[in-house]
């Protein structure tokens, strides 16, 4: 007889049973280079004021369940236009999510999400754990979009979804808004610009909201310096917004984000300072390892770097590069390809000036010993 666990185990979806849950690595006593975090911490009297704040958090009493205060604050801080609507995530990931959900529907094998390749894990990841088929269009050799596979994608699949992130991430670059423009016009459906890294861009479709009623914009605080908060928020046209809005769950946005969130919003500037640091930082970053022998770098628009360890290197394994560069008290990104687009590539978030400091001499010993 088969026992309570075995069945339990056995109606779990095969798709669930076949995935590998999301790895993050154990930077314990580590500089950390690998998550695409703000460096920065908030200023010691900033700091003293969102105690206050959280420490009168009614923790007792369930949250404002639309973020109403939060919202607000949202929509002006983020320059979305007034004709639309906002809804708040748990993270980009939900929003992600909710998304899929909206346009799953299990008696039609047809219905797809398109994204791009290499490009954001979840986006698969989601389609997949939702019961929805994923189509990842391989980029040109250079991180561009191929532009006639897209239009014949599209044509062929009338994806329900198209996510784009802009700049993307792994390759940390920004589309060209020309080919962008085109696939909004040609979409059947929904376009989601993932915006996640728009600090670092300074190119952004938030304002192009009122050219097209299929785009939405997708942002995050958590590039912005609030990681920790798990906050995201879709941008668009209110009817579509309004869909969405109702597989949100209730309360998604707990108390202590709603006051932490609203408070750094009340002090933006702070964060945007922090950005623009971090802008700095990527170009002095960008130089000195561009001027390492061994090492293709390539461009950068967010807050990260994407870099080839050459086969012609004196250490041409990228594995033992990052290997190194753990020993030596830095841990950075392990692509883990051995062919395709990330081939031999490593992925270095920008840090403080000691930070990318530390980096770029462990990088230089990885590479010359």
Do not use: W
Not at 27 to 34: N, R, T
Not at 40 to 63: S, V
Not at 262 to 279: T, Y
Not at 297 to 319: E, G, T, Y
């Amino acid at each position: 007889m088969n026992s309570p666990l075995k069945n339990s185990l056995r109606l779990i979806r095969e798709v669930v049973r076949q995935a590998r849950a999301y790895h993050v690595a154990d930077a314990s006593g580590l500089i950390k280079l690998d998550a695409m975090e703000n460096p920065y911490n908030l200023p010691d009297d900033l700091r003293r004021k969102l105690q206050e704040k959280l420490g009168a958090a009614e923790l007792n009493r369930y949250p404002d369940p639309a973020a109403a205060a939060l919202r607000k604050k949202l929509l002006q801080v983020m320059q979305v236009p007034e004709s639309k609507s906002i809804v708040l995530g748990n993270g980009s990931d939900e929003l992600i999510q909710m998304l899929a959900m909206a346009v799953a529907d299990h008696n039609n094998s047809d219905i797809c999400v398109m994204s791009f390749e290499p490009g954001f894990v979840m986006y698969k990841i989601i389609a997949d754990f939702v019961g929805i088929n994923y189509v990842g269009i391989p980029l040109n050799d250079d991180f561009s979009l191929d532009m006639p596979a897209t239009r014949l994608a599209i044509a062929q699949l009338k994806p329900a979804l198209i996510f784009i992130a802009y700049p993307n991430n792994p390759s940390a670059n920004c589309y060209r808004e020309l080919d962008i423009e085109e696939i909004i016009s040609l979409a059947p459906s929904m376009v989601i610009l993932d915006e996640a890294y728009h600090p670092f861009a300074q190119t952004s479709f938030m304002r192009r909201l009122t050219e097209f009623d299929n785009l939405l914009v997708m942002r995050t605080v958590s590039k912005l310096g609030l990681a920790g908060l798990r906050l995201g928020l879709l941008c668009g046209h209110p009817d579509i917004i309004n869909e969405i809005d109702k597989i949100r769950l209730p309360y998604n946005i707990n108390v202590l984000t709603q006051i932490a969130a609203g408070f750094m919003l009340d002090n933006v500037e702070i964060l945007n300072q922090q950005a623009k640091s971090i802008r700095e930082q990527r170009s002095r970053l960008l130089n000195a390892m561009r001027a390492i022998p061994g090492l293709e770098v390539f461009p950068s628009q967010a807050n990260f770097i994407l870099f080839r360890v050459l086969d012609n290197a004196k250490n041409n394994s990228a594995n033992d590069v990052f290997e190194s560069i753990k020993r030596s008290g830095v841990l950075i990104k392990n692509m883990r390809a051995d062919s395709g687009l990330l081939r031999n590539c490593l992925r270095v978030t920008v840090g403080t000036a000691e930070e990318n400091q530390a980096f770029l001499d462990a990088l230089e010993k990885a590479v010359n010993s």
